[in-house]
């Protein structure tokens, strides 16, 4: 792939990710419930996704959802189901005086797994494959491996930019909210259930997606 190639890549990759979604509230939720451990585990569960979506787009999944719009939306309503649970798991959680502490193994591990998850049920991310691989992937030049390995590069380079720096500022306004006093748990329940909030709002998005997808289907 030539530089001009990467270029506009990238430009396009950074519009789609500076976008509001369900890997953003993922990586910012778990950065302020759990710490910056949490919050880079979670991105590193979407980049893993990411690079998951790039292979099964070059192998044709992002045709199949595309021609079956059926599987589409039971896709975007898995999503919203997703996130609706944990933003009610959030809503329900009660902060303590170690919450504070940073993220042990555990918590790390379920939010890369989490991440990946609430990536792979994203078909938007099929289509948009779908759409941008055959512009930037030319068989003709050869190194097709090396072309989709430029591609996953920019991609991952660009989540992390951006999501590791809104990982780090979350993470950083929990440490300044995390005082074991009763003033500070009273911030931290209020921080819970912001963030639950957030993903019930995401979660709503995706079910309007999926409910607006499934009329169309009919109409079609």
């Not at 990536?119 to 003709?140: C, D, G, I, R, T």
């Not at 921080?191 to 957030?198: E, S, Y």
């Amino acid at each position: 792939m030539n530089p001009a190639d990467l270029t506009l890549y990238f430009a396009l990759v950074l519009g789609i990710v500076l976008i509001p979604g369900m890997d953003m509230a993922f990586v910012v939720g778990h950065s302020l419930t759990g710490g910056l451990r949490a919050g880079l585990a979670a991105l590193g569960g979407v980049v893993a996704g990411a690079f998951c979506h790039l292979a099964m787009g070059a192998m044709g999944l992002a045709l199949l959802l595309q021609t079956l719009p059926g599987a589409f939306t039971i896709m975007l309503v898995a999503g919203a189901i997703y996130l609706g649970w944990l933003g009610w798991g959030l809503m329900r959680a009660e902060p303590s005086a170690t919450q504070a502490r940073p993220a042990n193994g555990p918590r790390a591990h379920s939010a890369f797994f989490g991440a990946m998850l609430t990536n792979l049920l994203n078909p938007k991310a099929y289509l948009f494959s779908l759409a941008v691989l055959p512009q930037f992937v030319h068989p003709e030049r050869g190194g097709l491996a090396l072309q989709l390995g430029a591609i996953g590069i920019v991609t991952a380079a660009t989540q992390i930019g951006v999501y590791g720096g809104l990982a780090w500022l979350a993470a950083g306004g929990r440490r300044r909210l995390g005082t074991a006093d009763a003033a500070g748990l009273r911030r931290q329940r209020l921080l819970l259930r912001g963030v639950g909030l957030l993903l019930w709002v995401t979660a709503l998005y995706t079910a309007w997606q999926a409910w607006h997808q499934a009329g169309m289907a009919a109409l079609g």
